[in-house]
């Protein structure tokens, strides 16, 4: 499920004040589910080179992580992946466009 609204500064892994109601909502729903776990996927547009972007992929990963983690959420109920520019869900030909690849997705991996 894609994180709706969580954007950075463009190339870097700087939250956007305008990302914190998604990601509260977030830690709504793992308050709500104690016993949940979760993968966050990093994505990031086809700017740049490849191997830069799957750092900065993995980069804004940790910093949900921390956001997550700042508000209560254990750590160890947050894995995380970083993709780079490898799974687009829209074109990479304008900047609009590419806006849309540049984000993080979550997974529930447990609800023991």
């Known amino acids: 499920m894609q994180l709706e609204n969580v954007q950075f500064e463009q190339g870097e892994a700087l939250l956007l004040p305008t990302s914190y109601a998604a990601l509260d909502k977030l830690v709504s ?3 709500d589910n104690p016993r949940m776990t979760i993968e966050l996927r990093g ?13 900065l992929s993995e980069q804004r990963v940790g910093t ?3 956001y997550l983690v700042d508000h ?16 687009p869900t829209a074109s990479n030909d304008q900047e609009h466009t590419r806006r849309l690849n540049r984000r993080v997705e979550f997974r529930i991996t447990g609800l023991q």
């Open 29 to 31: 729903l793992m308050t």
């Open 43 to 55: 994505h990031t547009d086809n700017v740049g080179p490849p191997e830069k972007n799957v750092v």
């Open 64 to 66: 949900v992580k921390a």
């Open 72 to 87: 209560g959420i254990g750590e160890a109920r947050i894995s995380g992946i970083g993709f780079g520019g490898a799974q």
